[in-house]
């Protein structure tokens, strides 16, 4: 059972009181939603928009390995890299590789 009455509420504010609160009472005490986790889709139109703002030529036709999609979706979604992702960025298919420049033979 509610009571309902007409006064000052714990906050100062004044009028119609249920249980002896006002409604601005309980919209301040009322848990916040929590928080929906990211979309797939989501993630991977923040990652295109990543990629066109790097100047990526085509990124929708870009070559990528999976283990490097996976890496920077998971940084998007503010989660962990899984362990198997991980070792896979170490090995030697993402090594960095250096190129000089092509010049035309003289």
């Known amino acids: 059972m509610q009571f309902i009455t007409i006064g000052v509420c714990f906050c100062g504010r004044r009028g119609t009181l249920v249980d002896g609160r006002c409604g601005f009472c309980d919209d301040m005490l009322a848990a916040a939603p929590a928080p929906r986790p990211m979309t797939v889709s989501r993630a991977i139109d923040l990652l295109l928009a990543e990629l066109v703002a790097e100047d990526i030529a085509a990124p929708l036709s870009a070559r990528f390995t999976l283990a490097t999609v996976c ?28 190129r000089e420049r092509y010049q035309e033979p003289a």
């Open 71 to 98: 890496a920077d979706l998971c940084r998007l979604a503010n989660e962990e890299i899984p362990a198997a992702v991980a070792e896979a960025l170490d090995g030697p298919a993402h090594a960095l590789v250096y």
